[in-house]
């Protein structure tokens, strides 16, 4: 039972450059959140999907997309890379008693 | 949601209790409280959920006075390993937002 997986946990983009962050559960959770966490700060809710085919706006959407494929699976796209979105991005999914499940995070730098 | 207000950061001492005390003053009826860990470089981690009174699980207790407006989450005897952020969030079962606040660095000295 592997959770939560993110890919890649390590990316550098240059400005300007697009790049998709995938996420996957395997809980058969509903609900799927995309937080960023800039350093010493606290997390930020990006995008939420509160089932299969649903998405909606969080705290700081903008200069993302996300798309949820299916069930299982929920990525982030950032379509043209800027310095301000160098962060660590991790994703999450919620089971039937609002308990969140974390992944890894993925580490993204932008020159 | 409701708001959620907690202390930038604590110190404790090895073996001592901590007490993290959050305010969520415009909590509604049917929200839970919840409280996460975080340690460096990686996702927050669940620690103890609960709705009224008291809840005790096998690393903290959660403290609901009546009122709700409020909650203290309890670390018995904390050692080194116990430093990180703690975050408290409140939210209802039908909730689809879910937004994290400031959390709390506890820091435990030797």
């Known amino acids: 039972n592997a959770g939560v997986t993110q890919t890649p946990k390590f990316q550098v983009l240059k400005t300007g450059q697009s790049m998709t962050l995938q996420c996957a559960q395997d809980?058969?959770?509903?609900?799927m959140y995309w937080y960023r966490q800039d350093p010493g700060m606290g997390l930020r809710l990006i995008y939420y999907s509160a089932s299969e085919g649903t998405t909606d706006k969080g705290e700081v959407p903008n200069g993302y997309n996300v798309s949820r494929l299916n069930k299982r699976e929920f990525s982030l796209r950032l379509e043209s890379a800027a310095p301000s979105q160098t962060s660590v991005y991790f994703c999450?999914?919620?089971?039937?008693?609002?308990?969140?499940?974390f992944g890894e995070g993925s580490r993204l730098t932008v020159l | 949601l409701a708001k959620t207000t907690q202390p930038i950061s604590m110190d404790s001492y090895e073996g001592q209790e901590v007490n993290i005390t959050c305010s969520h003053n415009n909590i509604a009826t049917n929200d839970y409280i919840t409280w996460y860990q975080q340690f460096p470089s990686q996702g927050p981690r669940f620690i103890i959920q609960g709705y009224k009174t008291k809840v005790t699980n096998e690393v903290a207790s959660l403290f609901i006075p009546a009122d709700r407006k409020s909650s203290t989450l309890s670390l018995p005897r904390v050692s080194l390993s116990d430093t990180a952020v703690y975050y408290c969030?409140?939210?209802?079962?039908?909730?689809?937002?879910?937004?994290f606040g400031s959390g709390t660095q506890l820091t435990v000295l030797p």
């Open positions: 809980m058969n959770h509903n609900s």
């Open positions: 999450a999914s919620r089971d039937s008693f609002g308990e969140l499940f």
């Open positions: 969030l409140v939210f209802s079962g039908s909730a689809r937002q879910l937004t």
